[in-house]
């Protein structure tokens, strides 16, 4: 089993480039594997509710032969009179099944030429934010 302590992490040492961001993904599948388990099986929504934090909900909007389109919210209460959950931050994501990567996408279309530095800022996020779950004991269950 291939484990993130194992992966030379050349995306901390030179950031911001091509090659290091493919390193980036890599670490945020790996890292979503170890809440989610197989992520090549994943179907329909995985819920992980741990004492002292938000609930945290894994939903697949799709599968294609060799991706899938996730999305990772926490579920937070809305502000105001209503009783209703609030799903936040909503993050999009995409599944490479065959290289073995997960990424952030953009919640609506961008310039090009600010591309890789926003999907830097995007999957370093994805990143803490997968390592925070992580810690703080969340792992998805079958519903």
């Given amino acids: 089993m291939i484990a993130e302590s194992n992966l030379v992490v050349s995306w901390r040492a030179r950031p911001r480039g091509f090659v290091a961001l493919m390193g980036l993904y890599e670490s945020n599948y790996l890292r979503l594997a170890a809440l989610a388990g197989d992520l090549a099986t994943l179907a329909a929504s995985r819920v992980s509710a741990v004492a002292g934090d938000c609930t945290l909900v894994l939903d697949v909007l799709g599968r294609a032969r060799f991706t899938s389109e996730l999305l990772l919210s926490y579920l937070l209460p809305a502000t105001g009179a209503a009783a209703v959950l609030e ?3 909503d993050l999009r994501l995409r599944v490479y099944h065959d290289a ?3 990424e952030a996408c953009p919640a609506d279309g961008c310039s090009a ?3 890789l530095e926003r999907r830097w800022s995007r999957n370093m996020m994805l990143n ?3 390592e925070y779950c992580f810690e703080r004991g969340h792992r ?3 519903d």
Avoid: A, N, S
Wanted: no cysteine; glycine share 0%; aromatic share 14%.
């Fill in 128 to 130: 803490k934010w997968l």
């Fill in 87 to 89: 799903r936040v931050p």
């Fill in 100 to 102: 073995r990567l997960l």
């Fill in 140 to 142: 998805f269950t079958h």
């Fill in 113 to 115: 030429d600010r591309e």
